[in-house]
C-alpha cells in the first residue's frame, strides 16, 4: 500500500513539478482533442462544479470565460473572486423565471446574444468555456437546441465546453465525453432553510 501511495505522489510531482512536463507539451502541440462536460440532474452543485473548474483552469493559465443564461445580477459571491481572477464573466437573463408564461422576446433576445459571444470567445482562443443553466434556455425556447448541436460540433482542438443545467437534452448528453448528473438526497430547504449567503449565493 505504502508502495503505491509513493508511485503516485512520485507520478503526480513528476507531472506538475515542471510546466514543461508531459502532460503540458500534448497541449502546446494541439493534440488535445475538445471535451464537452455535462453537470445535470436535481441536486445542488452543478454550478458550483462548473465555477470550481473554471477557477482550476485559470490557475493553469487558460483563458477561461463564463457564460450564464437566465441568470441576472450580482449578488452571488463568485462574481467578483472570477472577474478578479480576470475570467470573463458574462449574464444573459432577465432573472425571472418560467414559472406558466412564454419568454418574452427581450430575453429571447439576450440568450441569443449569448450564444453568439461564446462563439466569439471560442475564436477567441478560450480554453474553458462555461455554458451555466444551458438546458433551461434551451429548453424553454430561448436557444434552439439545433444552434448548440452545431457549437459543439464545430469546437475547435483544445476547447473544454463545460454545459449546465436541470433536464440535460438526450441530444447533448450523447455529445459529451463526461456527464456527471447530481442527485439530491437532502437539501436544507425541505426544513425550510433558505439560501444562505456564501453557501447558496
Not at 65 to 73: E, M, S
Not at 118 to 144: R, W
Not at 172 to 180: N, Q, R, S
Amino acid at each position: 500500500m505504502r508502495r503505491s501511495l509513493d508511485r503516485k505522489k512520485s507520478f503526480f510531482g513528476n507531472v506538475f513539478r515542471n510546466k514543461r512536463g508531459s502532460l503540458f507539451k500534448v497541449w502546446k502541440r494541439g493534440g488535445y482533442n475538445s471535451m464537452i462536460q455535462v453537470y445535470t440532474g436535481n441536486g445542488k452543485g452543478k454550478t458550483s462544479a462548473a465555477i470550481g473548474q473554471a477557477v482550476r483552469a485559470k490557475g493553469q493559465g487558460f483563458k477561461v470565460g463564463v457564460f450564464q443564461f437566465l441568470k441576472a445580477g450580482r449578488q452571488t459571491g463568485e462574481i467578483q473572486v472570477l472577474e478578479e481572477m480576470g475570467i470573463l464573466f458574462r449574464q444573459y437573463g432577465s432573472g425571472r423565471w418560467f414559472n406558466n408564461r412564454l419568454p418574452e422576446q427581450e430575453e429571447i433576445d439576450l440568450a441569443h446574444l449569448g450564444l453568439t459571444e461564446v462563439v466569439k470567445a471560442i475564436s477567441d482562443g478560450y480554453q474553458l468555456i462555461v455554458l451555466d443553466e444551458i438546458s433551461h434556455a434551451i429548453n424553454f425556447g430561448l436557444i434552439p437546441i439545433d444552434k448548440v448541436i452545431s457549437l459543439i460540433t464545430d469546437l475547435p482542438k483544445n476547447t473544454e465546453l463545460i454545459l449546465t443545467g436541470r433536464g440535460m437534452p438526450e441530444q447533448l448528453v450523447l455529445k459529451a465525453d463526461l456527464v456527471t448528473e447530481m442527485k439530491e438526497v437532502k437539501h436544507p430547504y425541505k426544513k425550510g432553510i433558505g439560501p444562505r449567503r456564501g453557501i447558496e449565493y
